[in-house]
């Protein structure tokens, strides 16, 4: 069972269709959450909540800015019912105070109804329900370094971004080439999401796409495929901004050639091996945004450049 809270049920009947490996149940209010809690012990497997209620008589609104942040204690006291269950915050509020307080909870995901399309939020609590996190951290372990496994790794990384970053951002496109056929990427993720970091990359390094090349090898990445990802990052129809994904951390090499693209040409390259893709799954998993943790990774390459 998924339990979605929102009181207008028809915005997000939508939402609630996308789902379609489990039963859904619409709650519209306070009195409906307790009359569930009441009647069974069972719980859901996930939550789906909205942050505002402003003509709900079951919290004062003196203490929920006149139900606009009722979310918020709705969400403590599901969470303290429901420990382990993962809950979805579906809204529209603007709230920063409720911003912040749900992008600090565990097991906790924030989204915007605005930001997502059914499709992309029936795919996200797909994951959630399957556990895709640990299902993908057991192929990455299992994919071997080198040459044999090279497609075994090109699809799982695919299917590792549409994870990690879709939504917001609204696909991953797989081998994309130019027109002339020349110059095929490994995969490009149109960047049109309205986050805090795909907004400031898109306005510092003109990233209308994320580029991203994958690199299998037993060997830490050097030089040249900086290079090769360099040249890709060129072209003004795509950006600045790229990330190269390897197995092993980037030899020096790599990271001067990484310091000369970001001096010479204002391009940035962050590197993504299996340790952090590890970082980024549990990030997920858990509810966090894994675009913080590429943005620790920016920071601690301006800092030391």
Known sequence: MIL?????PHRIQHFVDSVKSTRTRILRSVADVEAYLSETGEPPKCIVLDVMFPSDPGLPGSLTDRGLTAGMPLFASLRARFPAVHIVVLTNSSSLAAKEFFRTQDNCSLLYKSDVLPDQFGLLVEGIL????????????????????????????????EYLFVPPLARV??????????????????????????????????????VVEFKNYAAAVGKDEVNQL??????KSLGRFGLLLSRRPASSSALTARADAYGGQSILILFVDDS???QLLHARSQGRDPSDILQELKERFEIGY
Request: aromatic share 8%; with cysteine; proline share 1%.
């Open 173 to 210: 496109i797989a081998q994309s080439a130019r027109s002339d056929g020349h110059d095929v990427r490994d995969a490009l993720l149109p960047n049109t999401a309205s986050g805090y970091f795909w907004e400031s990359i898109r306005r510092e390094f003109d990233a209308k796409h994320l």
């Open 4 to 8: 979605f809270i929102d009181d207008e």
């Open 276 to 278: 952090t893709i590890e």
């Open 130 to 161: 399957a556990d895709r996190g640990s299902a993908l951290l057991a192929r990455l372990k299992k994919c071997a370094h080198g040459r044999k496994d090279a497609r075994a790794y090109e699809a799982l990384c695919v299917d590792l971004l």
């Open 230 to 235: 360099r040249q890709y990052l060129s072209r």
